[in-house]
């Protein structure tokens, strides 16, 4: 691999700032010298171009900036949407012609007195134009950085590659198509289709212009289904104009009143200049990279994709292992479930009418958990009828189907418009399911489960332009090794898969008939291999769309012998131990041995399993465990600056056949080092020592570290100054001190090797240096600040719980992983723990069910002629058992080309988790306030966006379609979240610690930690309460994080992730209190309360039953804190009022007022 691609997506070996991302795949970006695919090279959306940075918190500004106004209502409410008159015999809303940009007029104001506008504060200068001919920056002089992502970068084309052949590309529904589909393609897919019936057919003009004979538009320009033309044209690229004014801060004390204006015109200009491209290893199968069918496909080591072709490979006969699991469909909506208002005490300094007493919206979700949905919205088997091809057009047309999606004349729920500045409560009363893809419902019964792979737009614009224009992040977010209750496991000796492309066959593909197949990716006819003839559920011949394969979104292969570069490694766990002073006295080394001892023989693996114990302080201390022995004997190693292995082949042993002796030193540890004195670490030697144990195997390595290294290769210094955590104005040392831990996992990943850190420190361990062991050896990071097993019980228990389900969950061993899409889409950044061996390869020595992956992506060949498109992950690991196995997931989703359809299908919690994880790559490789100010941006970008080119009729507020309704109450909680906040006292190692969570934990859990949910529990019944397992589990309302919320009456739960917050009020409901609590009062209520008594009372068996299925829901254990009104650990629990003013950042409110002055500008 060259060097100049290793250190663009992961960094560099000099010291410099580290970050997954972003990285270009040159792979997808070749292009035929002067051959045009049909869209011109289009300036990516550049977020951030001459922008100032955000509002930072009320209180910074002079008193003389901003004049007060008068508490009048700035905003009354305007007439009703559909009260603006039509000219007789006209339609209400033409659509304008969408080859062009849409013209603007400046709208009408409804606001009968309107108060001055806000003068413009000052902002810092716009960086110096890039010049748009050149994709790299000037070398000799540096550039500012401009506080903005390049998210959906198209790359620009580079090198020769070799000629693509694009076959015809038909749909990929799983039928058979007849001939004559098979070259001319069908028509395109209804883009105006959101609900479930058909729409007729339509004849496609693009040159037909708006006007009297066009049929009637919703207010958006949304087309009635079935009804109208849909425009072919791609639209016209959309950027930033030069003359935006800058961002300014917002005001403070008092909403100001002000008066929309018009939305800026002017030429589009090329603003961004994409990072220039990854110099990487081209690696064979790479994304929309086109194989000769005989060309290997495993250049790096890459033995996901092994060079046997399907088909050609020996015939044996097959043995199917779950494939006939029958599987629940996507959950019904139920009924709306309104609430009753809140209660509202006048904590805003004014709102306008309408604001204040609004009742919960009436397009609440059905009740359920977001980790239900992977129960109640899997992939259902269906088997579809195998059809001879008809002699007029296919079913692959997708068209008599699509539309009785619509809501006839009406907008889709999710284009509602919404004035969040009236709209007090927007949060629905239970948790917001994904959005379901506009697909034809056989498609969509099959699609992937959104809890394993979920994109951010579920319709997938058209041109990159269409991308640029909606200004909203594309990308894909992952969680591919997840626990599952059903998994289909196929054992075959021959994987079908595409010659070209290399795709696994999946239920998206089409069958011309019964011996070929299209792939769905790159659109090549395959041959189907005789013995997939065979269907092994229906032991029927002649049926291979019926095959389980073609009928699961997921499935898992057990793989022959061509995808294993060697024997399947064993499972093997070795244990790196600090045994330092500063360890012995927090007590982790009683409750580790303890743990390990009583789940020794759960730890997964087979007879093969190897363990191993190293322990270190100021020295390396080896245990020899051979067989034979009495008991363990110590192998002191004092050389720390050359280390090497004392007895190289006793060090890591049989765990079946030396089990007693791993007792009897688990059982010894804890005492033998009670009176060291021993305060030095040199963790970086034990590291060392650790790999060359672990090098000839590979295994995973955890480490368990109580202070900042301070001996030996790979010590730190401390880097935090304690009086700068909430004063600085930016935040300093986010990236590694040195490269020595990085480099080491580098080491650690070619030899299959991942490292899974455990913190347990009252002290700055500089986890930003530290953090790189597991980062990019694909391990994990557990932090547990303030460990001690007196002081803090609470994180014992927390340490006890994360302990037993680290050493007994599902592991894979060897994986790689790799992320395909169909022709004409590229992926350009990912984000997790991993390390990128190749343009689109990821390794992971190690993959466990509770990582997360997202990964951005962008557009760059027109997908006019496609209706749907298609993303697949596939894992190759080997599990604990030996064996190979392959899992595959397929997601497919519609194309659409109209911006109203892209907003529709926005996942707003998706696009919240992926901008999450590009915040974290720009505070490192940029700086904490470059970051905020882009999240800020993101939110202005969209809402304008929607503004200026969905919505046609112009009206004062803050207006967002229904399915963006939450999206600045999100950015506002990022804003706030411990990642990225400023002006509160934040600890150094918890806001690398909340970065490495916001990268690698999946998004339902990821989401808990940025936006908490918030209960009242003091008055629990069992009306709408779930019944799991003879357990009746109650299924409270959500509350707005606010404390106007609260009661002192009452109790609350805040469920934040990893912690949980139980309030009392002052004068809680003493019922609540003796039957709950066990305690006679509030008085009584104990100071660090961190259990709740097991009573036999209704409202205990009740409040446990609903604590515990949250827990339930996610892998890691969140400890429970019992807080008083008057509490120290109170203030922890306010940071999370995230709608309420701090005095270092703005309110839900306010924060929405800064949003509207800038889109109005």
């Not at 105006?192 to 009637?216: E, F, K, L, R």
């Not at 909203?472 to 070209?500: A, E, Y």
């Not at 919240?912 to 970008?941: W, Y």
């Amino acid at each position: 691999m060259s060097t100049a691609g290793f250190n663009s997506q992961n960094g560099t070996g000099t010291g410099q700032a580290y970050a997954n991302g972003p990285s270009q795949n040159p792979a997808a970006l070749q292009q035929l010298p002067g051959v045009n695919y049909g869209m011109p090279h289009q300036p990516t959306y550049n977020p951030m171009q001459a922008k100032a940075p955000a509002p930072p918190g009320p209180g910074l500004y002079p008193a003389g900036q901003y004049q007060p106004v008068p508490l009048a209502s700035p905003y009354q409410p305007g007439p009703p949407l559909t009260s603006y008159p039509a000219t007789q015999g006209q339609p209400l809303l033409t659509r304008p012609p969408m080859s062009g940009p849409p013209s603007h007029t400046p709208p009408q104001s409804a606001s009968p007195s309107p108060g001055p506008r806000l003068p413009p504060a000052q902002a810092t200068p716009p960086p110096p134009p890039v010049s748009s001919s050149s994709y790299y920056q000037n070398p000799q002089q540096p550039q500012p950085m401009a506080p903005t992502w390049q998210y959906n970068t198209a790359p620009p084309p580079m090198g020769t590659p070799t000629s693509m052949s694009t076959p015809p590309r038909g749909l990929v529904a799983n039928h058979v198509n007849p001939a004559v589909s098979s070259t001319a393609p069908p028509p395109p897919m209804s883009s105006a289709a959101y609900s479930s019936a058909p729409p007729a057919h339509v004849s496609h003009s693009a040159t037909q212009p708006p006007g009297p004979g066009m049929p009637p538009t919703s207010l958006h320009g949304y087309t009635q289904p079935g009804t109208a033309p849909l425009p072919m044209n791609p639209m016209a690229p959309h950027t930033y104009q030069p003359s935006r004014a800058p961002y300014g801060p917002p005001p403070t004390g008092p909403p100001p009143t002000m008066k929309p204006a018009p939305p800026p015109t002017g030429p589009p200009m090329n603003s961004a200049t994409p990072p220039p491209p990854k110099a990487d290893a081209q690696c064979g199968g790479a994304v929309n990279s086109t194989l000769s069918p005989t060309e290997p496909d495993s250049q790096e080591g890459d033995i996901e994709c092994p060079g046997t072709a399907a088909g050609n490979g020996p015939q044996a006969p097959n043995s199917y292992n779950h494939v006939d699991n029958k599987m629940a469909g996507p959950p019904q909506p139920g009924p709306p479930q309104p609430g009753p208002p809140g209660r509202h005490l006048g904590h805003y300094p004014s709102l306008p009418p309408g604001y204040q007493n609004t009742s919960a919206p009436h397009n609440a979700a059905p009740a359920m958990h977001p980790a239900l949905q992977a129960a109640t919205q899997p992939y259902t088997q269906a088997p579809q009828p195998y059809q001879q091809p008809p002699v007029g057009p296919g079913p692959a047309q997708l068209s008599p189907s699509l539309a009785a999606m619509s809501l006839q004349s009406s907008t889709p729920e999710a284009l509602r418009v919404v004035n969040l500045l009236q709209e007090r409560n927007l949060l629905p009363p239970t948790p917001i399911p994904a959005p379901t893809p506009c697909l034809p419902q056989d498609l969509q019964k099959i699609n992937c489960n959104p809890e394993v792979f979920r994109s951010t737009l579920t319709s997938i614009p058209q041109t990159q332009s269409l991308l640029n224009k909606a200004k909203m992040p594309l990308g894909l977010l992952l969680h591919p090794f997840k626990d599952l209750s059903q998994l289909p496991v196929v054992t075959s000796s021959t994987i079908v898969r595409c010659r070209s492309c290399r795709t696994y066959i999946n239920p998206f593909v089409s069958f011309l008939d019964q011996r070929r197949w299209k792939c769905n990716l790159c659109y090549r006819v395959n041959d189907v291999p005789e013995e997939f003839m065979y269907n092994p559920v229906s032991r029927s011949y002649g049926e291979p769309h019926k095959r389980p394969e073609v009928q699961n979104a997921t499935i898992e292969f057990i793989a022959p012998s061509e995808y294993m570069l060697r024997p399947p490694q064993p499972a093997v766990y070795l244990f790196v131990l600090d045994v330092s002073h500063n360890a012995v006295e927090t007590g982790y080394l009683n409750v580790f041995c303890q743990s390990l001892l009583e789940n020794i023989n759960a730890l997964p693996g087979d007879s093969r399993t190897k363990v191993g114990f190293i322990t270190f302080d100021s020295t390396i201390h080896f245990y020899n465990l051979q067989e034979g022995l009495s008991q363990p004997q110590m192998l002191i190693v004092s050389d720390i600056e050359d280390i090497f292995l004392p007895t190289p082949d006793s060090l890591l042993v049989n765990l079946n056949e030396c089990k007693e002796l791993v007792q009897d030193l688990l059982k010894s540890l804890p005492t033998l080092f009670e009176k060291t004195m021993e305060t030095q670490s040199a963790l970086g030697s034990a590291l060392q020592a650790a790999f060359k144990l672990l090098s000839p195997t590979g295994g995973r390595m955890s480490v368990f570290q109580t202070q900042l290294p301070n001996l030996g290769v790979g010590a730190l210094q401390s880097r935090e100054d304690p009086n700068q955590r909430a004063s600085a104005k930016d935040i300093q040392h986010l990236s590694p001190a040195t490269d020595f831990y990085k480099k080491l996992a580098l080491d650690c990943s070619g030899q299959q090797v991942a490292v899974d850190l455990f913190l347990l420190s009252s002290q700055y361990c500089d986890l930003a240096s530290l953090g790189c062991i597991s980062r990019y050896s694909a391990g994990s990071v557990y932090y547990y600040p303030s460990y001690h097993h007196q002081h803090n019980p609470s994180q014992v228990e927390c340490f006890q719980k994360d302990l037993k389900r680290y050493l007994t969950r599902k592991i894979g061993f060897e994986a790689v992983m790799r992320i395909r899409c169909t022709k004409g889409m590229s992926i350009h950044t990912f984000h997790g723990n991993f390390f990128v061996r190749s343009t689109d390869l990821l390794s992971l020595p190690n993959v466990n069910p509770d990582a997360g992956f997202a990964v951005q992506m962008s557009i760059e060949e027109n997908l006019d002629d496609m209706q749907v498109v298609s993303f697949q992950a596939a894992l190759l690991y080997t599990s604990s058992k030996g064996e190979r196995r392959i899992r595959v997931h397929t997601l497919c989703l519609p194309v659409v080309n109209s911006l109203s359809d892209i907003f529709a299908g926005a996942d707003v919690q998706a696009i919240t988790g992926l901008l999450a994880c590009m915040a974290v790559d720009r505070s490192v490789t940029a700086s904490l306030s470059d970051a905020r100010d882009a999240m800020t941006n993101a939110s202005i970008d969209s809402l304008s966006s929607y503004r200026q080119s969905v919505l046609t009729i112009q009206q004062p507020g803050l207006l967002a379609p229904a399915c963006l309704r939450l999206f600045p109450l999100f950015i506002l909680a990022l804003l706030k979240q411990k990642a990225f906040r400023t002006g509160t006292s934040t600890r150094l190692d918890d806001r690398v610690f909340a970065m490495c969570q916001l990268k690698y934990q999946p998004l339902a859990y990821a989401m808990l930690m940025v936006h908490p949910a918030l209960y009242r529990i003091d008055d629990l019944t069992d009306e709408g309460a779930l019944n799991i397992s003879e357990r009746t589990i109650p299924q409270p309302r959500l509350l707005q994080l606010s404390v106007e919320k609260l009661s002192r009456e009452a109790a609350f739960l805040m469920d934040a992730g990893t912690v949980m917050y139980l309030w009392i009020g002052r004068n809680c409901n003493p019922t609540f209190l003796t039957q709950v609590l066990g305690v006679p009062n509030y008085a009584a209520v104990p100071e660090n309360l961190y259990l709740l008594p097991e009573l036999d009372t209704a409202e205990s068996q009740r409040t446990r039953a609903f604590i515990g299925w949250l827990r339930d829901q996610r892998p890691f254990f969140p400890s429970l804190l019992v807080i008083r009104d008057e509490s120290q650990r109170k203030a922890s629990f306010m940071q999370n009022m995230i709608e309420d003013r701090t005095e270092s950042a703005l309110s839900y409110y306010e924060f929405l007022l800064h949003l509207q002055q800038q889109i109005s500008k």
